[in-house]
């Protein structure tokens, strides 16, 4: 009855049911517990010769209204396992979805979510063989209800946006990757991760971001994006979509549609508004989506951006008709998952949840991510469809797409993973390798007026590494004190006067000083302290880790190196540089003065220690 094919067992879909019956009944469904049921190699695509429409059909047609509705909307859970008793988490649970629900097992069986959303604020991601456990406690409790796998889904976009800790293989982040000017390296990270995304049982990726970073006091992408020009953003974008979907086994979502890098505020935090006009957006903005739909991307997540240019009505794109569905369901031809930004952002807060919700499925979307009450958002859909105002087939059209989806990453045959599969493909050497080439070859020297750098290794000297950064600061000291100097971390955050005046004495004493920056643009005590260490005429090597744009602050830092990042894989790459290691990246954005009227360093710009300096 059951038989392999490829990297996965096929299950015939009248037996979903049965199947997921059987699971209840067999125990536990700890990571291992089911390798005769899961044979997930890490390379392998979803089974062949499946036929995802007709088994789409078939399971569609035994589903109820509420299971229908369930499908559309992706939920977060609290707790490390599904079935987790730590009181905390079961209070957190409670407080989202009714004293009824303590755990992940009782909202699947409720309330028939179509997907869940990893956070580490929610008790999630602690190590890889418990996000694995997680994992398939949730699919069982989900094939237990009514044999329909559980999308689960998590932001490991790398850089900034990186949920999933080391162990883990971490990416140093699309504008790292874009400095590099090597789209292989785009491919290859998002494989890496997805890779490691599938081993721990997660099915969808919520990257890349391709929006287009046209405006460097954007707070909402920065160092998510892979620069400010359409063209390269584009082939990067298409690159880590092909990177997470090579396996077969993972979904990539390309967002922020229809496009972010030109709004200022985030739409998390605020209001944001593009003000371009129609022609600039669809020459700017909308290509590396286009080119994502090209290379297949599975899902598509528009945000809570307004654009009157689009949508006059200035209605969040993520509840507009004319965006989601003239735009990218008629224009561009999408018939892929559209899968909304969270629908609790501050950009929503004004707008009743009820109209919020009916406006979203009304746009064209098909997973509703995050409402602020999640029972009330699914009641709404459920009564709107009750009494007409959203069709059956309105919601059909959705559930079609997303179980679709499921069926070609081979869900219905095998969402499970193991024990083994975690221990042979999360933060293996080859993938830290990977990560590790992308990082060193961003680093992005734009000044060394005074030939600082290279420090030499081994030297002793005294350096002070101090500025932005609770967890940076530390860590490139002791990355730098492995190399054979003497460095003192001193952190500072947002300083104050006196703080600077602490770390100034301080770099008098020391031979050099390492001050790191991080969006400098947006916090003037950093511009301070960077101002103050400059002053005092010793050698000042800054280092931005956030956006490259900080030198525009202060123009006459002698040596900077724009870095893109602060994980580990960055403050390694940033070690290496300072004791010599040859900085190859390029400036993938164009830095002008504050007020945008000069050009301070032009796309492309970088220098090598072999090169002669600006």
């Known amino acids: 009855m059951f038989r392999r094919i490829g990297s996965a067992l096929r299950v015939p879909v009248v037996l979903v049911v049965a199947c997921g019956l059987m699971l209840s009944a067999g125990g536990s469904a700890g990571v291992g517990s089911t390798p005769e049921r899961s044979a997930y190699r890490g390379d392998g695509g979803p089974p062949a010769g499946h036929q995802p429409d007709q088994r789409v059909r078939a399971v569609m047609a035994r589903m109820t209204l509420a299971e229908k509705v369930g499908q559309m909307f992706v939920l977060q859970v609290?707790?490390?396992?599904?079935?987790?008793?730590?009181?905390?988490?079961?209070?957190?649970?409670?407080?989202?979805?009714?004293?009824?629900?303590?755990?992940?097992?009782q909202l699947l069986r409720k309330y028939h979510p179509g997907g869940i959303i990893y956070f580490t604020a929610s008790n999630n991601l602690n190590n890889p063989q418990q996000v694995a456990l997680l994992s398939n406690g949730l699919q069982k409790a989900a094939l237990a209800d009514k044999g329909v796998p559980v999308q689960i889904s998590t932001d490991q976009e790398g850089g900034f946006v990186t949920r999933i800790p080391p162990p883990s293989a971490i990416s140093p982040g699309n504008m790292a990757i874009g400095a590099t000017f090597d789209r292989g390296l785009?491919?290859?990270?998002?494989?890496?991760?997805?890779?490691?995304l599938r081993a721990m049982g997660?099915?969808?990726?919520?990257?890349?971001?391709?929006?287009?970073?046209?405006?460097?006091?954007?707070?909402?992408d920065g160092t998510r994006s892979f620069g400010d020009r359409t063209r390269p953003v584009s082939a990067f974008g298409a690159a880590a979509v092909t990177g997470y979907q090579q396996s077969g086994r993972v979904a990539a979502t390309a967002k922020h549609f229809p496009?972010?890098?030109?709004?200022?505020?985030?739409?998390?935090?605020?209001?944001?508004?593009?003000?371009?006009?129609?022609?600039?957006i669809l020459r700017t903005d909308i290509p590396p989506f286009r080119a994502a739909i090209e290379a297949g991307v599975k899902s598509i997540m528009p945000t809570a951006v307004?654009?009157?240019a689009l949508d006059p009505t200035r209605t969040p794109a993520l509840l507009s008709k004319p965006i989601i569905t003239g735009l990218?369901?008629?224009?561009?031809?999408?018939?892929?998952v559209v899968i909304t930004d969270a629908l609790r952002a501050s950009a929503l807060a004004s707008i009743p949840q009820e109209q919020v919700i009916l406006d979203a499925v009304n746009a064209g979307n098909d997973e509703l991510l995050l409402p602020t009450d999640p029972p009330a958002a699914i009641a709404t859909v459920l009564d709107a469809v009750r009494d007409g105002t959203i069709s059956r087939h309105r919601i059909d059209q959705s559930v079609y797409r997303i179980l679709r989806m499921k069926a070609e990453l081979g869900l219905f045959d095998d969402p499970f993973t193991t024990s083994e599969a975690v221990d042979s493909f999360v933060g293996t050497a080859a993938d830290q390798q990977t990560m590790s080439v992308a990082a060193h070859r961003s680093m992005t020297l734009l000044r060394n007026r005074n030939q600082v750098l290279p420090l030499a290794a081994q030297s002793g000297q005294h350096l002070l590494v101090t500025g932005w950064g609770v967890n940076a600061v530390p860590g490139l000291a002791s990355q730098?004190?492995?190399?054979?100097?003497?460095?003192?971390?001193?952190?500072?955050?947002?300083?104050?006067?006196?703080?600077?005046?602490?770390?100034?004495?301080?770099?008098?004493?020391?031979?050099?000083?390492?001050?790191?920056?991080?969006?400098a643009w947006n916090d003037v005590t950093q511009q301070n302290l960077v101002k103050a260490l400059l002053a005092t005429k010793k050698?000042?090597?800054?280092?931005?880790?956030?956006?490259?744009?900080?030198?525009?602050?202060?123009?006459?830092?002698?040596?900077?190196?724009?870095?893109?990042?602060y994980r580990d894989v960055s403050l390694a790459a940033i070690a290496d540089t300072i004791v010599g290691a040859e900085p190859t990246g390029r400036l993938p954005v164009t830095i002008r003065t504050p007020d945008g009227t000069k050009v301070l360093f032009r796309y492309g710009s970088g220098i090598g220690y072999r090169t002669d300096a600006p």
Not at 190 to 196: D, G, K, M, N
């Open 78 to 105: 609290y707790g490390d396992t599904a079935t987790t008793t730590n009181p905390t988490d079961v209070a957190a649970n409670q407080a989202l979805y009714g004293s009824d629900i303590r755990n992940g097992a």
């Open 186 to 196: 785009s491919y290859s990270t998002a494989a890496a991760t997805s890779r490691q």
């Open 202 to 220: 997660i099915n969808m990726d919520h990257a890349p971001v391709v929006d287009v970073n046209t405006n460097p006091r954007n707070t909402a």
């Open 259 to 280: 496009g972010l890098g030109s709004a200022e505020a985030n739409p998390d935090t605020g209001i944001a508004v593009v003000d371009e006009s129609r022609e600039e």
């Open 306 to 308: 307004i654009v009157p």
């Open 328 to 336: 990218l369901r008629d224009k561009l031809k999408y018939d892929g």
């Open 480 to 519: 730098l004190s492995s190399k054979g100097l003497v460095a003192t971390p001193m952190w500072t955050g947002s300083p104050d006067s006196q703080t600077i005046k602490q770390v100034v004495a301080a770099a008098r004493a020391s031979d050099v000083t390492v001050v790191i920056t991080n969006n």
């Open 539 to 565: 050698p000042i090597v800054t280092v931005a880790v956030g956006g490259p744009y900080d030198i525009a602050y202060f123009p006459s830092a002698p040596t900077y190196l724009a870095a893109y990042g």
